[in-house]
T-cell receptor, first 112, second 113 residues
Framework: EAQVTQNPRYLITVTGKKLTVTCSQN?????MSWYRQDPGLGLRQIYY???????DKGDVPEGYKVSRKEKRNFPLILESPSPNQTSLYFC???????????FGPGTRLTVL | AQSVTQLGSHVSVSEGALVLLRCNYS??????LFWYVQYPNQGLQLLLK??????LVKGINGFEAEFRRSETSFHLTKPSAHMSDAAEYFC???????????FGPGTRLSVLP
């Protein structure tokens, strides 16, 4: 089944404890992206990647890192999480030459 | 900076009534426009998109949207609401063919029996 998977789906952590949220797609998509969703703000793009080893900042990249060493994976790294990073995070991917994104199920992160 | 606004964070309609969800964007160049739907505890699902072809776009579940350049709008409509349409709807734009997406704040649609 073609899909975008994220792990974990739910995470509660404490301020300053490094964490990684994984994202994987099995559709051989070149484009991948991370968003955070907050009430009243919709989705805001954190980082995106056009292909392996090619990443760029979105609208709210501060406090986040990404890497794209393989086409299928695009992990989101929070080196030192803070409470303002408590949010619902979505990973998405798109096939080459199109603009249609396929979204993962989301990761709900709480930073205490 | 480009932005997307959605008028009304919450819209309620009766079952069978017309659904109208508003989306306006600000940009000096024509964008690609999308509507996504999010059901509770789920990810986003594409409803429809405009990519410079026909200005009236038909999507899934009976939804359609019309791109009006003069009004910088891309409102979403459905002639007759169904209970299963209750969800949150997001308008989104991209100006560089899928690299950088900007989403609106969302509109929660409630359908009353």
């Amino acid at each position: 089944e073609a899909q975008v998977t994220q792990n974990p789906r739910y995470l509660i952590t404490v301020t300053g404890k490094k964490l990684t949220v994984t994202c994987s797609q099995n559709m051989n998509h070149e484009y991948m992206s991370w968003y955070r969703q907050d009430p009243g703000l919709g989705l805001r793009q954190i980082y995106y990647s056009m292909n392996v080893e090619v990443t760029d900042k979105g609208d709210v990249p501060e406090g986040y890192k990404v890497s794209r060493k393989e086409k299928r994976n695009f992990p989101l790294i929070l080196e030192s999480p803070s409470p303002n990073q408590t949010s619902l995070y979505f990973c998405a991917s798109s096939p080459p030459g199109t603009d249609t994104q396929y979204f993962g199920p989301g990761t709900r992160l709480t930073v205490l | 900076a480009q932005s997307v606004t959605q008028l009304g964070s919450h819209v309620s309609v009766s079952e069978g009534a017309l659904v109208l969800l508003r989306c306006n964007y600000s940009s000096s160049v024509p964008p690609y426009l999308f509507w996504y739907v999010q059901y509770p505890n789920q990810g986003l699902q594409l409803l429809l998109k405009y990519t410079s072809a026909a200005t009236l776009v038909k999507g899934i579940n009976g939804f359609e949207a019309e791109f009006r350049r003069s009004e910088t709008s891309f409102h979403l409509t459905k002639p007759s609401a169904h209970m299963s349409d209750a969800a949150e709807y997001f308008c989104a734009v991209t100006f560089n063919y899928g690299q950088n997406f900007v989403f609106g704040p969302g509109t929660r649609l409630s359908v009353l029996p």
